[in-house]
């Protein structure tokens, strides 16, 4: 992601000063994941210091636990049941957004005993969000920023889930939306995303570029009030991501999984997760023990598995070449956090052909009657792939992560399904095919 200037930084930190007692609940400042300098909460993502990146801090509750634990459980059946772990202010349940998450943890047995699996094997399938992918839950988050900031557009540079939950947060709420989409994205995203009624602005060139941008549009005075939840709003979009392990944990009753495959695009998904389960053992809301993370990614983009296996700490970018659009993300942000929290926890990145991204969406809907998106065709790929090399234990309870729904990416599986037969209307033709 590009870093504002020097000057526009010092145009943020005001801003920043500004916002500082605006309210957002337990959101204490933000501060830099490199240097640990803390800012004012504000619309910046930078440090002005050393030009990290930002992430938000916390003042979070203490006490008894168990008091917590209840309070999250009577809280309403979306991501704000955990408000007091986010940065959103208290009554935000009371506000028009589109109140995503507590989406099912499906017990995927079937899909275990062709995988060899005798742990537990369970897929988080957020395809049930309201624009049908995880998304939801990061601009969420990232409106609460943005009214709280007074910013009148909301908009961000995407693969296509995200300019979706955009359009549709912003007409929930009553902004203007303009989002900025690669030229070439899969045609049910696109109209996903301009169904909503707002500006849908397709660039040409990957996703890097329309992100480039993005940046760029900040900085000028054509972007004065616009709220970008993935550039000058990333630090309170991206803990959107946690509320996928909050979930995950108090569905499995409040327990830590053993392992979880997670997909990467830019790797804030990742981060988070595991800034979340990292939250949730300080709280004390579940009992400390070791689990693995493991990162998947296509192989025609995946600069992080390739630094994984390299043993570099340094992501070298690519250009995009994959059917898992949105993944495509040829120089993530948060990649080099992401082998850091591979490495850290035990597990791994690693990727796979388009080939067997297909195979998986196929074997997820034949045996658990979930069609996963290609990104969810990515995760259950790998996961195939790191059991058979004994990389993943199959005896831990494992979680994978489908984060959107087939049904936007249906070219890549048309072309391998199909009717069973073509009949005339009479039993003798449903005979004849073989079908009785």
Same mark, same amino acid.
């Given at each position: 992601?590009?870093?504002?200037?020097?000057?526009?930084?010092?145009?943020?930190?005001?801003?920043?000063?500004?916002?500082?007692?605006?309210?957002?609940?337990?959101?204490?400042?933000?501060?830099?994941?490199?240097?640990?300098?803390?800012?004012?909460?504000?619309?910046?993502?930078?440090?002005?210091?050393?030009?990290?990146?930002?992430?938000?801090?916390?003042?979070?509750?203490?006490?008894?636990?168990?008091?917590?634990?209840?309070?999250?459980?009577?809280?309403?059946?979306?991501?704000?049941?955990?408000?007091?772990?986010?940065?959103?202010?208290?009554d935000v349940a009371e506000h028009p957004n589109l109140n995503p998450g507590c989406t099912p943890l499906v017990r995927a047995d079937r899909l275990a005993a062709e995988l060899g699996v005798t742990g537990g094997l369970y897929v988080k399938d957020d395809?049930?969000?309201?624009?049908?992918?995880?998304?939801?839950?990061?601009?969420?988050?990232?409106?609460?920023?943005?009214?709280?900031?007074?910013?009148?557009?909301?908009?961000?540079?995407?693969?296509?889930?995200?300019?979706?939950?955009?359009?549709?947060?912003?007409?929930?709420?009553?902004?203007?939306?303009?989002?900025?989409?690669?030229?070439?994205?899969?045609?049910?995203?696109?109209?996903?995303?301009?169904?909503?009624?707002?500006?849908?602005?397709?660039?040409?060139?990957?996703?890097?570029?329309?992100?480039?941008?993005?940046?760029?549009?900040?900085?000028?005075?054509?972007?004065?009030?616009?709220?970008?939840?993935?550039?000058?709003?990333?630090?309170?979009?991206?803990?959107?991501?946690?509320?996928?392990?909050?979930?995950?944990?108090?569905?499995?009753?409040?327990?830590?999984?053993?392992?979880?495959?997670?997909?990467?695009?830019?790797?804030?998904?990742?981060?988070?997760?595991?800034?979340g389960l990292k939250e949730l053992i300080q709280l004390g809301l579940v009992a400390d023990r070791p689990y693995k993370i493991f990162g998947a990614q296509a192989e025609g983009c995946s600069p992080v598995s390739r630094a994984f296996k390299d043993g570099?700490?340094?992501?070298?970018?690519?250009?995009?070449?994959?059917? #898992?659009?949105?993944?495509?993300?040829? +120089?993530?942000? !948060? *990649?080099?956090?992401? &082998? /850091?929290?591979?490495?850290? $926890?035990? =597990?791994?990145?690693?990727?796979?052909?388009?080939?067997?991204?297909?195979?998986?969406?196929?074997?997820?809907?034949?045996?658990?009657?979930?069609?996963?998106?290609?990104?969810?065709?990515?995760?259950?790929?790998?996961?195939?792939?790191?059991?058979?090399?004994?990389?993943?234990?199959? #005896?831990?309870?494992?979680?994978?992560? +489908?984060?959107? !729904? *087939?049904?936007?990416? &249906? /070219?890549?599986?048309?072309? $391998?399904? =199909?009717?069973?037969?073509?009949?005339?209307?009479?039993?003798?033709?449903?005979?004849?095919?073989?079908?009785?």
């Amino acid at each position: 992601m590009s870093v504002l200037t020097s000057a526009d930084q010092a145009d943020s930190a005001d801003s920043a000063d500004s916002a500082a007692t605006v309210d957002l609940g337990p959101a204490a400042a933000l501060a830099c994941r490199e240097c640990g300098e803390r800012f004012p909460l504000g619309p910046i993502f930078a440090c002005a210091s050393c030009f990290g990146p930002l992430e938000v801090a916390y003042d979070l509750p203490g006490g008894d636990p168990e008091e917590l634990r209840r309070r999250i459980e009577s809280g309403p059946n979306n991501i704000w049941r955990y408000a007091p772990l986010l940065p959103v202010p208290a009554d935000v349940a009371e506000h028009p957004n589109l109140n995503p998450g507590c989406t099912p943890l499906v017990r995927a047995d079937r899909l275990a005993a062709e995988l060899g699996v005798t742990g537990g094997l369970y897929v988080k399938d957020d395809s049930g969000n309201p624009t049908h992918s995880f998304k939801d839950r990061v601009v969420a988050n990232a409106l609460e920023a943005a009214r709280a900031f007074g910013f009148t557009t909301l908009s961000c540079s995407s693969t296509g889930n995200l300019a979706g939950a955009v359009g549709a947060a912003a007409a929930r709420a009553g902004l203007r939306s303009c989002v900025f989409i690669p030229h070439d994205l899969e045609q049910g995203k696109v109209v996903m995303a301009a169904v909503y009624g707002g500006e849908l602005v397709a660039i040409e060139g990957t996703y890097d570029d329309v992100n480039r941008f993005c940046s760029e549009l900040i900085g000028d005075p054509i972007g004065e009030g616009w709220g970008f939840v993935n550039v000058n709003l990333r630090p309170y979009y991206a803990e959107g991501s946690k509320t996928l392990a909050y979930e995950i944990c108090e569905q499995l009753g409040w327990e830590l999984p053993d392992q979880l495959v997670i997909p990467i695009a830019s790797g804030s998904q990742l981060t988070k997760i595991d800034k979340g389960l990292k939250e949730l053992i300080q709280l004390g809301l579940v009992a400390d023990r070791p689990y693995k993370i493991f990162g998947a990614q296509a192989e025609g983009c995946s600069p992080v598995s390739r630094a994984f296996k390299d043993g570099h700490d340094v992501v070298r970018p690519v250009k995009p070449n994959t059917i #898992a659009k949105s993944l495509a993300i040829g +120089n993530p942000a !948060d *990649g080099p956090y992401v &082998l /850091d929290i591979a490495r850290r $926890t035990g =597990g791994a990145v690693e990727d796979v052909t388009d080939e067997e991204v297909v195979t998986a969406i196929k074997l997820l809907a034949r045996t658990e009657g979930i069609f996963a998106e290609t990104a969810g065709g990515v995760t259950l790929g790998v996961t195939r792939k790191l059991l058979a090399a004994g990389v993943l234990d199959p #005896a831990a309870t494992t979680v994978v992560l +489908n984060t959107g !729904d *087939g049904l936007k990416t &249906l /070219d890549a599986v048309a072309g $391998t399904t =199909g009717p069973s037969a073509t009949i005339r209307p009479n039993l003798d033709s449903f005979r004849e095919a073989g079908l009785a």
